[in-house]
């Protein structure tokens, strides 16, 4: 229940293309969902987060879109750049709570 | 600039030597974590700390120790008794219960134990 399932593993896009990768969670206690970008060799950062009472957030070409009812939630890379080459993490938690469980993590290699 | 200091960046060990990894923060953030990163297994939660001298174990807290005796300092200590202890450690920090504001990482210690 305290889990968050990420998919696909790895991704491979090419230069202006849109990138997706999705998420799915069991706890509906979970009320918030952020995402983590990581370069090799650093630690992540925050990208971009939302919480259930909206479907989707957008920030410049990042996009949450949310499905409460389906308990998913997906990250969306619009004119994806080589810079965008990165490992993202999805994650969810409880507000208050001191844990944040992530997703197992996407390597996605934007090609130019 | 504010930010978390992982130190060092590369460690070797040989196995059955405890070996501590280093974790200061200048955000003055009241909460901070551990992770262990491994390939394919996301990030796993080992210790968190939302109070000098108070932490708690996190999923595999089981071969590792902390202390939090100062607000700015979260070392974590690899036993011997971690099993597989080869992996990337990052330490975070927040201001807040992780609902209610991000998490800050650095830079990561990358961990070879043979």
């Known amino acids: 229940q305290q889990q968050v399932k990420q998919s696909p593993q790895s991704l491979i896009v090419q230069k202006g293309g849109i990138s997706i990768i999705n998420c799915a969670y069991e706890n509906t206690a979970f009320d918030y969902f952020p995402w983590y970008q990581q370069f090799p060799g650093k630690g992540p950062a925050l990208l971009i987060a939302i919480r259930p009472d909206v479907s989707e957030k957008k920030e410049g070409r990042f996009t949450i879109s949310f499905n409460k009812s389906a308990k998913q939630f997906s990250l969306h890379i619009m004119d994806s750049q080589p810079g965008d080459s990165a490992t993202y993490f999805c994650?969810?938690?409880?507000?208050?709570?001191?844990?944040?469980?992530f997703g197992q993590g996407t390597r996605l290699t934007i090609n130019p | 600039d504010g930010g978390i200091t992982q130190s060092p960046k590369y460690l070797f060990r040989k196995e059955g030597q405890n070996v501590t990894l280093s974790c200061e923060q200048n955000?003055?953030?009241?909460?901070m974590y551990w992770y262990r990163q491994d390939p394919g297994q996301g990030l796993r939660l080992i210790y968190y700390s939302q109070i000098v001298n108070d932490f708690q174990k996190g999923d595999i807290a089981e071969g590792y120790s902390v202390s939090r005796e100062k607000k700015e300092s979260f070392p974590l200590t690899v036993t011997s008794a971690q099993k597989n202890p080869t992996a990337f450690y990052l330490c975070?920090?927040?201001?807040?219960?992780?609902?209610?504001?991000?998490?800050?990482f650095g830079n990561g210690t990358r961990l070879t134990v043979t």
């Open positions: 994650a969810a938690s409880i507000q208050g709570a001191q844990k944040l469980v």
């Open positions: 955000l003055n953030h009241d909460a």
């Open positions: 975070a920090s927040s201001m807040a219960p992780t609902g209610n504001s991000p998490l800050h």
